[in-house]
């Protein structure tokens, strides 16, 4: 999800991803900076005082650690986010618990659930608490993977005030190292009633992944309707704290 829309209170997001599934082996620690800057954004704020998307830079440090071959729990802290009209300010963290079918990377067919619990300043959103549930459900065919996330997100305010906002890739893996991807974030509103095509969030992006030690995500997306940021970039860096520890003695 990019920006806010009539309705909901959320500026935009501090993480750019589709999830797909993979997460980190037992027993390691995984360390994810989440970086996206948007050189051509929504100019008005979508509450007074919130942090503007146009030339804004968000950010944060994703701590996950692999409980089970099926489970992965994780803290998004800090959220931070720098804009012209606000400044530098932090904007709340993030729990996260990741659910999956154990091996994600080497199935043909792959499922698994994600829930967030968000604590939010008021920065960032006019509800101080909200949360995620984002489906994961995939599909391997050859070098090509196709990954499709049904996000809900909700503020706690009844069922039918769920908000519809789905991620889609589709990533080409050139080797075990190098892949390039097409994705897809939108956002189409509460799910009793959808909001117009103008005003709903849809940003197109292109993506390039490095695996390794240090894997690498990089990516530029476009808006597609009048609600969605001109033009965003993305950078996201994730490393096993475990080996790099080892590595180091």
Do not use: C
């Not at 089970?68 to 959220?79: M, Q, R, S, T």
């Not at 709340?92 to 091996?103: C, E, I, M, Q």
């Not at 490095?210 to 009048?226: C, F, I, M, N, Y």
Request: aromatic share 12%.
């Amino acid at each position: 999800m990019i920006v806010a829309l009539p309705g909901r209170a959320l500026a935009q997001t501090d993480e750019i991803q589709v999830y797909t599934g993979e997460i980190a082996p037992q027993g390691v620690f995984n360390l994810t900076l989440h970086t996206n800057f948007t050189p051509n954004g929504i100019k008005t704020p979508a509450f007074p005082g919130a942090v503007t998307s146009n030339h804004s830079l968000n950010g944060v440090p994703e701590w996950a650690y692999g409980v089970k071959p099926w489970f992965e729990a994780g803290l998004y802290l800090p959220l931070y986010s720098v804009d012209r009209a606000t400044g530098f300010g932090l904007n709340g963290f993030k729990l996260r618990t990741l659910f999956v079918v154990p091996h994600a990377e080497d199935r043909k067919f792959f499922y698994g659930t994600n829930f967030e619990f968000s604590v939010n300043a008021k920065r960032w959103d006019t509800n101080r608490v909200s949360s995620e549930i984002r489906p994961i459900v995939g599909v391997r065919f050859g070098d090509v993977d196709v990954v499709f996330n049904p996000i809900l997100d909700t503020e706690y305010d009844g069922l039918k005030n769920l908000d519809f906002a789905p991620a889609f890739r589709v990533a080409l893996n050139l080797s075990k190292v190098w892949a390039i991807a097409a994705e897809e974030y939108a956002d189409f509103g509460p799910l009793h009633a959808f909001l117009p095509g103008g005003q709903q969030s849809q940003q197109l992006w292109a993506v390039v992944d490095r695996g390794g030690k240090v894997s690498v995500e990089a990516g530029a997306g476009v808006g597609l309707t009048d609600a969605s940021d001109k033009f965003t970039l993305k950078l996201i860096l994730s490393i096993d704290l475990n080996q790099a520890k080892k590595k180091a003695g």
